[in-house]
């Protein structure tokens, strides 16, 4: 029957492996008349040279392949039918590009933010997260992340489905800064420590994999890339200054003495020097918010709350991590003696949940476990500043005696530094919190309990 | 050295009578042979104009071999024919349009798309779709015997292989079991001599495949696959003998392939003279030849009967091009059965 | 190097081998005067004769079973199913013999078994399948599966020189639509060794045979979203690369595996199974397997795209594994 609608002749399947043919002869040409079944063109392929039939009766519109060509399996040769010099069949219709992409753009925007200033909700309080539901859901990989830096992820901005935290988003946020990871200097168990390291030199120009003799290469842990990022970060976030003061711990020494057994044996507990300093300082917090601040965007963020975090090092040498001890301002000393030494035990157990390593507001280091007396630490990013406390030291001390004489006397000395953000506080500020703070300590009355 | 009985041609009308065939019978047969050649001659002009996937195969030289043996079935008997019996479904009473569609994959085919080519049956005609691996089928053959023995039954099942899948051990387990077990199975080879380009004598030893059969403790018949009648009366007498509880025969229909074992092989390796010597005995030209001569075909009977099945090809291919693609959604529909399935003659 | 078509280059493996070692021989149906169904031994028995390229009859449990015998014996045969579904009438003898004579009696069966597999183009259920899962729950036995032209050279040599019955499953939709850079020397690819095809950083893929070239399309629809998408070509799928995917795995943390062969007891399953027992606590997203529908391989053009992982079903599991 003759066609009104155009009929495609296509190149035929010669066979299941044969996927092209060759046109080697056209049997009839363009405006030529032809009937359905009568030869139209003769093909060659790999397995056969064969006569393609015409589908329908009409003309000859279109012959779209020259003799010679070889053209895939499907290929529309030619046109019996239909308008006269059409274009070629249309390209198939291609797969929609990226337009529907920008879900994905997300993922990318996320790294953005958490470069130039730290996340902007790193503090408790939840996150403007889009749909809570998403959120409960901690992905093995992103648990074992957070666990290893001490994230709680629920911290972390989510670009995941139901807007849960997904492997870039942790990740991305432990390199924007997480706060928790710039803790400087690594902690014993107890109290005495190891000194903070300042800014490490940048390595020897040796090619990355190679080795000069006598040399070993190690691989990089994901902690130590967390730290060393962290660190990195917090020297380029902060204006790191820091100032010292010496304290005569004489008055602490005494009451811990006088405390030390009565704690152990009610409480179970170990007054520590730290303890002392810890609540001392965060007294002292109450007086010089910034000292306990954030800046946040074009913000300033002050609170009527100290989460106080306290550096220690991990077993093995394999890092340092700082856990929170919250609302330390509602504390008294027996109260953050028991605190610190919980989460000493905690991390040292490796029991600390991600809870435990968030939203800290101000850090203590104390570096001074192995004898040094004076560090620069460098501050848990977004806090603006960190307090550092060095070896307990019996020196010879100029004090005045009861005649308002100068005489020396042993005493037990302890320096103390405060690492500070000049972005934030100026060093009067940082000197007034530091006198405040000997002040306290200094002049303890011992009677606490 | 051959052990199989060499059948004798068939001579007259009258012998034809004797073997249960009258006139009209004989126009039927021929018609059913025309319609045969004419559904594949199509079906090749259907595969180069693109219309028909995958590939095609045809069985142009079997058409007296396969409407032979299917003219000998009784209405109630089973079989399993193969890729160069076309013949057997149109004998059987498949509608030529069903054909073309299961051809282009089309809804409408026995298979409803889900298999090509002849891979397809109509079990309320008594026939089970056969697979690639072609001697599989003896076995599934030989078991609907084994049905019909059990339940004492006068059915007979036909189970057909070529002279390449006689090599598998599927057709010795069958005619076995057949022979030891005297089941109602006829074994009918169709011998076209060329195993895609494996020639006879790589794959079986002895002069015929039908030599075979005494080793199994039956009845080798070789037939002249190119004479219909011949083929008529020696499936007739198998298939009587099995339904009245003779046991099996093998009957091995000689012809030639006239094509390539498929469409998109040009069978460079048979040799010329082998193609001219069987095209002279072409079984649609023969048998036309035979009627003319000893049934008084008139010119304008054999053209009523060319034109009626160019007709109706023609019908059956319009109507087979409507018949839809199948739906993808389908797809997974049907891989278990349920017991509405057992719901059919078989099974009753 | 030269440019060859993946076919041409299992030709030139198997040349190659038959060249160098007289104790290489091809049996199958067709493979000699035809040269093959799909003309892989096209010449090659004028080159090395009909003892060494031999025409076998209709009879896959002769031709494995037979290769076994000869393997035993010394020879290094190499036997050709016309399509892989065959493969399922030698099972016996490649399961009963082949796989568990070094075991059980200290007997290596050096054998290759090629199997033309998989569909695309209306083969239907019988010459359209891809067997490998059966196989690869053999112990015993190896399946290799390459997707290029150079790995189908390369491991086809490595399959005949390895002392074990290998079982090589060529694609046939790719025989003559892949074309790549194949070495001319003699060269081996190691069985059980994944190579990456392409690299990436979000999602790994975990595929082999021609779902390698599907995956890679996907891929790059995924790279205008922004997301990297990692192609892991298995190659060999027993042994399989467990280490190369855990490692793909642990990167990503994201995981596609991608095969044709139908979706329950593929090996996609295994692949999967392993992933989330070894990997767990890397996983940002549950491993997602992509693969045909539990019937056999359809006919009709509409039903065996529904049935054949397309592209887009790709494109759609990466975005969904993406946005997870």
Known sequence: MATETAVDVVMPQMGVSVSEGTI????????????????????STDKVDTEVPSPASGTVTQILVPEGATVAVGTKLAQIGGAAG???????????????????EPVAAAEAPAAPAPPSAPAPEPAAASSDNGRAFVSPVVARIASEHGVDPSAVPGTGKGGRVTKKDILAFVEGGAPVQAAPAPTAPTAPAVPAPPAPPVPAPVAAGETLPGETL???????????DHMRRSLDTGAHVTSAIEVDMSRVVKTRERLKREYQAAYGVNPTYLAFVAKASVETLRDYPYVNAEMRGDSIVTRGFVNLGIAVELAEGKGLIVPVIRNAETMNLLGIAKAIAEIANKARNKQLVPDDVQGGTFTITNPGGYGTFHGTPVISQPQSAILGTYALVKRPWVIEDELGDDVIAIRPLMNITLTYDHRLVDGAYAGRFLRDLRERLEGWEGDES | MAIAREAEPVGSLNEVREAGLDREDLLGVYRNMLITRGIEERGHILYRQGKIPGSFYTGRGNEAASVGVATAMGAQDVGTPLHRDMGVHITRGVEPWRIFANYMGRVDGPSHGRDGNVHMADERLGMIAMVSHLPAMLPVATGCALAFRIREEARVAVGWFGEGASARGDAHESMTFAGTRELPVVFVCDNNQWAYSTPTHLEFATEHVADRAQAYGFEGVVIDGTDVLAVYREAKRAIEK???????TLLECLTLRMEGHAVHDDAFYVPKPMFERWAESDPIERFRTWLCDNAELTDEEEGEIAAGVKKLLSSALERAEESPLPDPATLLEGVYATSEDLDTPHHK | MAELTYLQAISDGLRTEMRRDKRVFLIGEDVGVYGGAFKVSLGFQEEFGPWRVIDAPLAETAIVGGCTGAAMMGMRPVAEMQFADFISCAWDHLVTIAAKQRWRAGTPVPIVVRLPSGGGFSGGPFHSQNPESSFAHIPGLKCVCPATPEDAKGLLISAIEDPNPVLYFEHKHLYRRIKGEVPEERYTTPIGKARIHREGS???????????????????QLDSDGVSVEVVDLRTVLPWDKAAVLESARKTSKVLVLHEDTRTGGFGAEIAATVAEEAFEDLDAPVKRIAAPDTPVPFSPPLEKAFIPQVEDVVAGLRALAEY
Not at chain 1, 29 to 41: S, T, V
């Open chain 2, 242 to 248: 099995a339904r009245a509880g003779g046991g099996p």
């Open chain 1, 218 to 228: 190690e691989p990089i842990t994901a902690m130590r890339r967390g730290i060393a």
């Open chain 1, 24 to 43: 080697t002869k056209w049997l009839k040409q363009e405006g030529e008349q032809i009937e359905a079944d009568e030869p139209l063109l003769e093909i």
């Open chain 1, 86 to 104: 059409a274009p070629a069949a249309e390209p198939a219709p291609e797969p929609a590009p990226a337009e529907e992409a920008p879900a994905e």
């Open chain 3, 202 to 220: 979000d999602i790994s893929v975990i595929t082999w045979g021609a779902m390698v070239y599907t995956a890679e399309e996907a891929a790059q």
